[in-house]
């Protein structure tokens, strides 16, 4: 596998599931920035997936990995922003389409979801897919010109 730059976070329902997955991902090589958080006690999901987003927005990390309790909230924080596709994936299957057809740059995690082994197989499965391109990418530059054309109507 091609070494990565990687930012991930997480909240304290993600803590266990992000040590583990930051520690497979060093021992293959990549280069991973720990965001946080770095304990099980209560914090605001939010503040630390917008520190990895940041990263991936400045161009400091490839890609990002973000867990919470469910996931849903870290898909909420990560696609808010323009530029971002986070895919909150449970099995390796959605993890490969994510990467192939969608170009996803962050990949998100039920900490209380799933467990290390399926979250290690989507990691590998994620980090390994190249995207296809082709319509897949007409259809992201549809889904950024759609958003922006939006938010210039909402400004008028």
Do not use: W
Not at 90 to 111: D, I, Q, S, Y
Request: net charge neutral; aromatic share 8%.
């Amino acid at each position: 596998m091609e070494k990565k730059k990687i930012v991930i976070a997480c909240d304290h329902a993600g803590y266990f599931l992000k040590e583990k997955i930051k520690d497979f991902l060093q021992k293959e090589g990549h280069e991973v920035e720990d965001m946080g958080c770095f304990s099980c006690s209560s914090v605001d999901y939010p503040e630390y997936g917008v520190k990895a987003i940041k990263k991936i927005l400045n161009k400091e990390a490839e890609y990002g990995i973000l867990i919470c309790g469910t996931g849903i909230g870290m898909s909420i924080v990560a696609n808010r922003f323009s530029g971002i596709r986070a895919a909150l994936c449970r099995e390796p299957f959605t993890a490969k389409m994510a990467r192939l057809h969608n170009n996803a740059n962050v990949l998100v995690l039920g900490g209380r979801i799933v467990g290390d082994g399926i979250a290690i197989e989507i990691v590998k499965t994620f980090l390994e897919t190249p995207f296809e391109g082709g319509r897949h990418e007409r259809r992201i530059n549809l889904i950024e010109k759609l958003a922006e054309e939006i938010k210039n109507e909402m400004q008028t």
